[in-house]
């Protein structure tokens, strides 16, 4: 540089050198972002000679840096004006400015509950923005991918399975959660009874055989057919009506996880008969006519059979006769049959000789109409007679006519209490005889 000075007459000359550093240019490029996101601008500036030495960034949020190449996060929606001054080493500045605008990031929000295998889970979004141009996308731990905002979706197996959902807005931002849902076993029920059918009442023993491949079982619960809601591992019950019952056991695990089992008619209970049956010959029976005719008054049964006592052959008829060979005492046995069910009524008959005759010990002629008259009876007598006598041998009574007897009277007067001697004398239809002596005793 040159300078000349000059009063009109006179002048002088001086040169100076003087040294023009560069201006340095400040440029930067930077995208606009979303909350959340990390904003990294892009420091394109740059000076012709010599170097710049600082970088002042200011990001219109109250945050400010030195460095080079920064980084910021904004966390509210809206504008906001970047700028950048540069300056160089020999103190020369420059000074841009960039707007930005700053766009919301999805909040996500979602919720599932545990579930139990085979149970549908439900996912809960709460996710922001929902104004329908969101698009979600979920993974669900097992390799299935959903784009519903609020999908559901069964496990086929079981396990701790994390869930992602990924939201990305119009804008593009976009934001990543995840949670964990735990798939949890079912009981496997298995059942088993110590019988399956029977007579009432039938006495059955339940077995239970279910298992679990994760945590515990901590409730049974039964449904027997006749009683249900019985909570015990397993029951024993005595089932006392007839008919067919289905049994259902109910388990549940300490993560609420329940399963059931039902065996359909699994206990058959018959009906018992009940047996019973008279013996409809007028007794005394004898060997005159040593048939007896049986009257069956069972119930519930469907087959019978008979034995006799005599080593005879069996019967299966409802109400059969039978005749003995042999005077004896028999015991009549009737099973009666309802398919595997079965009682047993027994009755003994006693067969009289052909020639029998019967004298009692006592008789009580108070008039009361019972056991008033003292008088034999048989059967197979041709010939009868009978003599009765005090202690001292005077004779109080007698007849040759067997339903002729005495009433306790001598010569019209009541007989005293007491003992008496009686004499009888028969004879049968094959012309034998036989003499008969006893003693009876008198009351009133």
């Keep these: 540089m040159t300078l000349i000075v000059n009063n009109g007459n006179c002048a002088d000359t001086t040169n100076t050198a003087i040294n023009i550093s560069p201006t340095p240019v400040a440029e930067f490029t930077a995208t606009d972002p979303c909350t959340g996101d990390i904003l990294s601008p892009v420091n394109t500036s740059s000076i012709s000679s010599g170097t710049i030495n600082s970088f002042q960034w200011s990001f219109g949020n109250g945050s400010f840096s030195d460095l080079q190449n920064p980084t910021q996060m904004y966390g509210i929606v809206g504008p906001y004006e970047i700028e950048l001054v540069v300056s160089s080493d ?160 109910t388990a549940t695990s300490d993560q609420g996880c329940e399963a059931s089992s039902t065996v359909a008619n699994m206990i058959t209970v018959n009906v018992t008969p009940d047996a019973s049956f008279e013996i409809r010959s007028e007794e005394p029976i004898t060997m005159l006519d040593p048939r007896i005719r049986l009257l069956n008054t069972s119930t519930d049964a469907v087959t019978y059979q008979w034995t006799f006592g005599d080593g005879g052959a069996p019967s299966n008829a409802q109400d059969p006769n039978h005749t003995y060979a042999a005077e004896g005492t028999y015991q009549v046995t009737l099973i009666a049959q309802n398919g595997d069910c079965s009682d047993i009524a027994t009755e003994e008959v006693r067969i009289d000789p052909e020639t029998f005759i019967y004298l009692p010990s006592a008789f009580t002629p108070n008039k009361d109409g019972i056991n008033d008259i003292y008088y034999a009876e048989g059967t197979g007598i041709e010939n009868f007679s009978m003599f009765i006598h005090d202690r001292w041998g005077k004779e109080m009574f007698n007849t040759s006519n067997i339903e002729l007897g005495w009433d306790g009277k001598y010569l019209g007067k009541d007989a005293p209490l007491g003992v008496y001697v009686y004499s009888v004398d028969i004879t049968n239809s094959k012309g034998e005889t036989e003499k008969i002596l006893g003693r009876i005793t008198l009351y009133r």
């Design 90 to 249: 020999m103190g020369c500045t420059d000074t841009t400015t960039q707007d930005l605008t700053v766009m919301e990031s999805p909040v996500i929000v979602f919720s599932s509950d545990n579930v139990c295998i085979g149970q549908a889970s439900v996912f809960s979004n709460n996710s922001t923005p929902n104004n329908g141009s969101t698009v979600w996308e979920w993974n669900m731990g097992d390799g299935t991918l959903y784009t519903d905002h609020s999908p559901e979706h069964t496990y086929t197996a079981t396990g701790n399975y994390t869930v992602s959902l990924q939201a990305t807005t119009l804008e593009g931002c976009s934001s990543l959660a995840a949670s964990d849902v735990d798939v949890n076993a079912n009981p496997q029920v298995s059942l088993d009874a110590s019988k399956y059918d029977g007579c009432e009442p039938l006495l059955v023993e339940f077995y239970n055989n279910t298992t679990i491949s994760q945590g515990s079982i901590t409730s049974f619960v039964w449904d027997l057919g006749s009683i249900s809601g019985l909570d015990v591992v397993a029951p024993t019950i005595n089932y006392q009506q007839p008919g067919v019952y289905s049994v259902t056991l």
